[in-house]
């Protein structure tokens, strides 16, 4: 314990050991844990050997259940007069009881700074047992503060075997499920604790681990919508409350008449008043989980099991239920099909390599990036103009998130293209980890990976980008740190009056405008509609070409269309130029002093983040002899010099229209 800062327990009923923890630092006294409006009278008799109530600069409420609460009105008539810190989501609540000022860990970025280095960070733990818990660690004692976790319902022992048995028994009268205990005391071991300040019962040494690692090992279920029954032997799954989950889900994204049509005259029969949920079905246990999930791909295809496809995976990892077979066996039925197909007749062998051709390309590349595994570009661009005009709330938008590792092709550079795909995996991971369910994680078509968030509020996605941020500093997953560039688009910034095909290609257009233009701002930056500076650019042309009268001409035919212009004289300066910026096309002229223009694409052919990046030849000469060289390297267009610019915008707005729209 430091000199400066001092920890210390605060009985507020004898009975049950409960206690409220009193923090003083040279410069900021903090209580956590008030308790209710009968232990007010308690609190402050032992708080005045201490400190006064008036002193106090924060009160912490590590959740906002009434045993937490109703105590707050009172102090204040006592002399409170500093801030409440609460997790966002039970702000709300407080706002109506308090007129105070309220402050969020959030807010705070998750942290409370208290002398010197010295500080106090929050960490969420939801649902041990509200979905708003959150525990507290200071850095200097390195003690947490758990509330609920690790409290304890007998104190009347030392005995470490009964200390662990009294924690259990606590857990299990009061928590969801052991999932929910394992899932947070990760959260904590990464923090280096050397004492455990409960909520209920007594502080607890850690130096051994020996009393984390047996309240991990220790399994119950608490959660009966999803277990309906267990013993020493098995648990029965109630698939019925999981189905009508997964309809919750499909609301946020549908509208009620289509989810319910893909029920229809089937054995599973829905209600819709108040929710969507299963009103009749003579199917049970493993049947209806696999019927619900066939009738939905029966009738809306891949893109409704993408939707449902993180909860499912969620209640598999925590509850160790099967997956629905339609999700491991649709690519294999098809195959039979084919199988079938081709001992039918020798002329049909052309028809089953097509089939064979379309299984892959749709499982593999329509659908995934091979390297991420996250859903890529064609597969966003049709979620969007299907979901974009669905209904939002008054407070709430839709959002794409654009993320771009900067220092991405220097890692390629220092240690090979896999170990620039594994950061891009990782990465992905990360974000896989940190996404809420109603967000999806899609691979662009270069180097970024879109998030996009169906339904969100401004602060939630302000909290959802400090908290990516954070995972990424803190992460050791990469071969050396990385930083990363975002945009971000709200729904609300498209245009009215466009069809939804020209709001896809607007939402995407500028996000990939705004990520340019981080990029260009440096490292680790973030552009969005409160610093973008809205000067218009539709893309970035690389003109690689010695003269200067036909650079001129160049930046004149392209600010018709509000295009910029990046000029180099010779590939070594293109190279550079295309590692600092997303190049639409490229225009190179063959005759260039180092290597030529044909040189140029070979080496571009050779890069796997350049070589899809439209090319465009000009010359002088447009003979055989180049156009067969150009053919063989790829070379989208070739113009003889001098140009005709109509020839040239053309082809450059045919390329940005299909940059999008796949």
Known sequence: MSLTT???????????????????????????????????????????QYTSIETIDFLILQSSDILNITSINTLVKKGFKGKIIVNQIGAPYLNHMFKGEIVTIEDLNFELPL???????????????????????????????????????????????????????????????VEFVRQNIKKLKKYDIDKLYPRLGEPLLTKKNEIINAVIKYDFYNTNQVISKINDKNVSYNYESICNHMLKVLEKYYHREEILSVFTNSEIKIDMIPHLEIDQTTLNGYKLWNTFFDLIYQNKGFEWLVILEPVVKKYVKTYNILMPTIYKTKMLEQRKKIENL??????????????ESKIDETSEKLLRCPITGLYNQRFMIQHLFNNIDLPLKENETRAIITVYIDNLISINRKYGSEKGDETLRNLAYLIERSKSEDTIAFKQNGPGIFIYKHQVAKEQLKTFIIKLRQAINDSDLFIEPITVSMSIVKFRELNEKYEKNEKVNQWIELSLMRLEKAKQRGVDQIVDDTNDDQQKTDGLILLVDEDETYQNLMMKIFDRIQYKVLIAKDIYEALALLEKHQIDVIISEINLSKLDGFQFKQKINELIEFKNIPFVITSHHKNLDVITRCNLLDVDLILRKPIVPEELIGYVRRVRKQRVIL
């Open 342 to 355: 081709s001992t039918v007749k020798e002329s049909l062998e052309k028809e089953v390599s097509k089939l």
């Open 6 to 48: 001092q920890i210390y327990p605060i009985i507020i009923e004898l009975e049950v050991a409960r206690k409220a923890y009193l923090i003083i630092s040279e410069k900021i006294k903090v209580l956590i844990d008030p308790g209710a409006e009968y232990h007010v009278e308690l609190l402050i008799n032992e708080l005045n």
């Open 115 to 177: 002398v010197d280095k010295d500080k106090l960070q929050f960490i969420p733990t939801p649902f041990l047992p509200f979905p708003d818990c959150f525990a507290t660690y200071h850095l200097e004692s390195k003690a947490c503060f758990t509330g609920h976790l690790f409290s304890q319902v007998s104190v009347s022992t030392n005995k470490k075997v009964n200390l662990i048995m009294s924690i259990n028994q606590f857990h299990e009268s009061i928590l969801p499920s």
